[in-house]
C-alpha cells in the first residue's frame, strides 16, 4: 500500500464541490486526513454527521495549520479575505490551489498574499450540479470532467505535477492554460449560459399572476432546463459575474447582436435565415456527443 | 375486451410526436389501426421495418381515407397544405386533431379548409426531446406530462371529449384552454427558451476558431444543457416562430430589458441586485420539482 500523496488535505468551503472533492479524495486514498472548513453551522452539522471529514471547523486560520494541500471552493469574491486569514498559517511547503469558476480574479486576490514558501497552482474542475450544499456532493462528480489549470509563470512545476495527479486520481482530465484564456472560454460555455437561465426565469416570475402557474405547470416544453440551470447558488454566481466582467459582458454583446439578428427575422418572417441558424446551432450537439460531454 | 376508441387512426408526419402517439395508442388499445403518413422516403422505410403502423404511405390524401381520427403531427408550417389535400378525402363524423406547438395559426389554417362534416379539436401535448425521426419515439413519452386542448366555442363536445379521452388513455393530463393564451404561455415556456438556446449555441459557433474547440470540450459547465436544446429539429422550430411570432416577440421583447438589467449590474458592479434577482430564479425551480414537471 502505498501512502497517500497528501498527508493533510485541508478544504475551505465544504459544499457541494468541496465536499465532492472530500470525498473523491477518500475514495481514492489520494488524501490521509480531510479537514472541512465552512464558514455555515448548519453545514458543519451535515459534514460532521454524515462523517465526511477528519476534522472540522469554521475558522480557515485553524483548518489550513499543518496542510500540505490546501483547496480553497468558496464563492471567489471571498478569496482575498480567505486568503489574508490562512496566509500566516500556511506550512512550509504546502500547495495552495482551488476550484474558483473566474481565474484571472483569484491570481489577483490571492498571489500577492501567500507566502514564498507555499506554492499557489490556480485550478477549475469543470463539474457541478445546480445543487448546494455537502450532502449533495459526490465522489464521482469528477469523472470523465477536465480540471483546468492555470498555473503562473513562476509556478514551481513540482507542483504544478502533484495538484495534476490528484485530478487524475479521481478520474478527470488535466489541461493547462493561461488564467485569460480561461475566463473568456468560460464566459461563454458556463457564466452566460447560467446568466441567460437566470434571466428567462426571472422574466417568467415576473409574469402577470395568472400566467405564472401555468409557466410552471407547462414548463415540460423547455423551460424546466432553464429552471433547473437557474437553481445554482445565487452567491456563488454573483461572485463569478463581479469577478469576471470584462469577458461576461463581452460575450452577452455577441449573444445581444445575434439575438436582435434572429428578432429581426421572425419579424420579418425570413424563415431560410431562420432555418440556416438552427441548422448550424444543432451541428454543435454532435461535438457534444463525440467528446462525451453530453 | 372492449373495442378500440378509434378504427383507424391516420397520423400525418410520422416523426419523434408521431411516432410516439402512434406507439402509445397501440400499447394502450386505443387504435385498431394505425396508418402512417410521412413525406419523407427515409422515415417510411424505418416506419416500415420498425413495424410501427399497419398501413403506410407518403400521400396524406390516401392516408386519410376511412379514417375515423386524423392526426397532424407535421411542422405547423404545412397545415394550410395538408388541410387542403386531405379535407377532400375525409370521412363523415372524423374529427381532426393535430399536436401543433402554435395553436391560433392552426386554427387559421385548417378552420375553413374542415369540411361540416368533421370535427376541429386542435391539441398540444407539452412534451418532446431534442431528437426526431420515428426511430427515437418511444411510448411512454406523454406519460405524466400535460395534453392542452384548444377547442373553438363551435366545436362538438363530444368530439372534445373522444380526443381528451385518447390522451388520458395514454397517460397524460388534459387542459382545454383558449389558443391565444395557450400560444403566449408556450412563448415564454418553449419558444423563447428554445430561440435563446440557438441563439447562445449559434454565438458560440461563430467564435474564433481555437476558441470553438474548447466551447466543445468544457461544455459541462451549462453549455451543454443548451446544445441539447438547440439540437431540435430546425424546420419544426422554424415553423414555430413564424407562427407565433407576435407572442414570441413580446416574450423576447420582455427578455432583452430583463437582461439589460443584469448587464448593467454586472457593469456597475452591483452585487446585491444580482443576488437577489438570482435567488427569485431559484424558487421557481421549487415549483417545478413540486409540479413534477422536472
Redesign the interface.
Known amino acids: 500500500m502505498t501512502a497517500p500523496a497528501f498527508e493533510r488535505v485541508a478544504i475551505i468551503g465544504f459544499g457541494l464541490i468541496g465536499s465532492s472533492l472530500g470525498r473523491a479524495l477518500r475514495a481514492h486514498g489520494v488524501a490521509g486526513e480531510i479537514v472541512a472548513c465552512d464558514s455555515d453551522a448548519a453545514a458543519l452539522d451535515e459534514i460532521a454527521s454524515l462523517g465526511l471529514a477528519d476534522r472540522l471547523g469554521a475558522d480557515p486560520a485553524e483548518a489550513v495549520e499543518g496542510a500540505d494541500l490546501v483547496v480553497i471552493c468558496t464563492p471567489v469574491?471571498s478569496y482575498a479575505a480567505i486568503g489574508a486569514a490562512i496566509a500566516p498559517h500556511l506550512t512550509p511547503g504546502v500547495i495552495v490551489t482551488d476550484v474558483g469558476?473566474v481565474k484571472q480574479s483569484v491570481i489577483r486576490d490571492l498571489l500577492p498574499l501567500i507566502p514564498a514558501h507555499a506554492q499557489l497552482v490556480p485550478g477549475h474542475p469543470?463539474?457541478?450540479t445546480?445543487k448546494s450544499g455537502p450532502a449533495n456532493g459526490f465522489a464521482g462528480l469528477f469523472e470523465g470532467?477536465?480540471a483546468?489549470l492555470t498555473p503562473l509563470p513562476a509556478t514551481d512545476r513540482a507542483a504544478i505535477e502533484r495538484v495534476a495527479s490528484l485530478w487524475r486520481a479521481i478520474g478527470s482530465e488535466v489541461?493547462e492554460m493561461e488564467a485569460a484564456h480561461h475566463d473568456?472560454?468560460?464566459a461563454?460555455?458556463?457564466?452566460?449560459?447560467?446568466?441567460?437561465?437566470?434571466?428567462?426565469?426571472?422574466?417568467?416570475?415576473?409574469?402577470e399572476e395568472s400566467?405564472q402557474s401555468?409557466?410552471?405547470?407547462?414548463?415540460?416544453?423547455?423551460?424546466?432546463?432553464?429552471?433547473?440551470?437557474?437553481?445554482?447558488d445565487?452567491?456563488f454566481?454573483?461572485?463569478v459575474?463581479?469577478n469576471n466582467?470584462e469577458a461576461?459582458?463581452e460575450?452577452?454583446q455577441?449573444?445581444?447582436e445575434?439575438?436582435s439578428a434572429?428578432?429581426r427575422a421572425?419579424?420579418r418572417?425570413e424563415?431560410d435565415f431562420?432555418?440556416e441558424?438552427?441548422?448550424?446551432?444543432?451541428?454543435?450537439?454532435r461535438?457534444?456527443i463525440e467528446?462525451k460531454?453530453?
Chains 1, 2 share one sequence.
Request: aromatic share 8%; glycine share 8%.
Open positions: 469574491g469558476s469543470i463539474a457541478g445546480e470532467r477536465w483546468v489541461v473568456k472560454v468560460l461563454i460555455t458556463s457564466h452566460l449560459p447560467h446568466l441567460i437561465a437566470y434571466t428567462i426565469v426571472g422574466t417568467a416570475v415576473d409574469l400566467l401555468e409557466v410552471i405547470k407547462f414548463s415540460a416544453g423547455g423551460f424546466r432546463d432553464f429552471t433547473r440551470i437557474a437553481a445554482s445565487p452567491i454566481w454573483r461572485d459575474f463581479l466582467r461576461v459582458l460575450m452577452l455577441r449573444l445581444t445575434d439575438l434572429l428578432q421572425i419579424r418572417g424563415g431562420l432555418e441558424r438552427f441548422a448550424r446551432a444543432r451541428e454543435i450537439r461535438g457534444v467528446a460531454q453530453a
